[in-house]
Antibody, heavy 120, light 111 residues
Framework: QVQLQESGPGLVKPSETLSLTCTVSDDSTSNVYYYWNWIRQPAGKGLEWIGRIHTSGNTNYNPSLKSRVTISVDTSTNQFSLRLNSVTAADTAVYYC????????????WGQGTLVTVSS | QSVLTQPPSVSGAPGQRVTISCTGSSSNIGAAYDVHWYQQLPGTAPKLLIYGNSNRPSGVPDRFSGSKSGTSASLAITGLQAEDEADYYCQSYDSSLLNVVFGGGTKLTVL
């Protein structure tokens, strides 16, 4: 059973950088079939796709966040990471990592989510 | 404003049938990209409910079904149960944005 677990600071100051890591168990981030994604959800609101990375290093980002987002993968540790810079209170949300089935597919496996609050 | 449009809320009595629509455009659903559906219970991660327009993962009851036509898709739930009360999201891919897109979500209330 594939498992994903998000980790990182739960509190980030405005204008600083949000950094999260997703650790993948019982699967490999080197698997060429899957894409590794980040999604977020502000309290009481819907899901927002942030971006994704393939083991090849190819990335895609939500155009609304593209200028502030970097997603990377470390196949040696079976982890992938999210960096979101210049954060504001609007970036406060539960952040999920997920494994996507193929380029145009869906996710059967999600992390439990981690709440990141942007506040001074 | 979500790329895929869902009704904010639907409701039904136990045992009834409800449907949730998901309307897209020619660059996503209308471009033949598959539609997938997720169920999200309060405080939990989304759970895959339907993939590839109409396929159920193992363990999902056959009370849940999906369909797609043109630029829209629908999720139908029959024999409504109290445990079905949750938020439901549709998801596809958009060829203009080059990214995954979600609907805004629909809150299902079981009366």
């Amino acid at each position: 059973q594939v498992q994903l677990q998000e980790s990182g600071p739960g509190l980030v100051k405005p204008s600083e950088t949000l950094s999260l890591t997703c650790t993948v168990s019982d699967d490999s981030t080197s698997n060429v079939y899957y894409y590794w994604n980040w999604i977020r959800q502000p309290a009481g609101k819907g899901l927002e796709w942030i971006g994704r990375i393939h083991t090849s290093g190819n990335t895609n980002y939500n155009p609304s966040l593209k200028s502030r987002v970097t997603i990377s993968v470390d196949t040696s540790t079976n982890q992938f990471s999210l960096r979101l810079n210049s954060v504001t209170a609007a970036d406060t949300a539960v952040y999920y990592c997920a494994r996507w089935e193929g380029r145009y597919g869906y996710s059967k496996y999600w992390g439990q989510g981690t709440l990141v609050t942007v506040s001074s | 404003q979500s790329v895929l449009t869902q009704p904010p809320s639907v409701s039904g009595a136990p045992g009834q049938r409800v449907t949730i629509s998901c309307t897209g455009s020619s660059s996503n659903i209308g471009a033949a990209y598959d539609v997938h559906w997720y169920q999200q219970l309060p405080g939990t991660a989304p759970k895959l409910l339907i993939y590839g327009n109409s396929n159920r993962p193992s363990g999902v009851p056959d009370r849940f079904s999906g369909s797609k036509s043109g630029t829209s898709a629908s999720l139908a739930i029959t024999g409504l149960q109290a445990e079905d009360e949750a938020d439901y999201y549709c998801q596809s891919y958009d060829s203009s944005l080059l990214n995954v897109v979600f609907g805004g979500g629909t809150k299902l209330t079981v009366l």
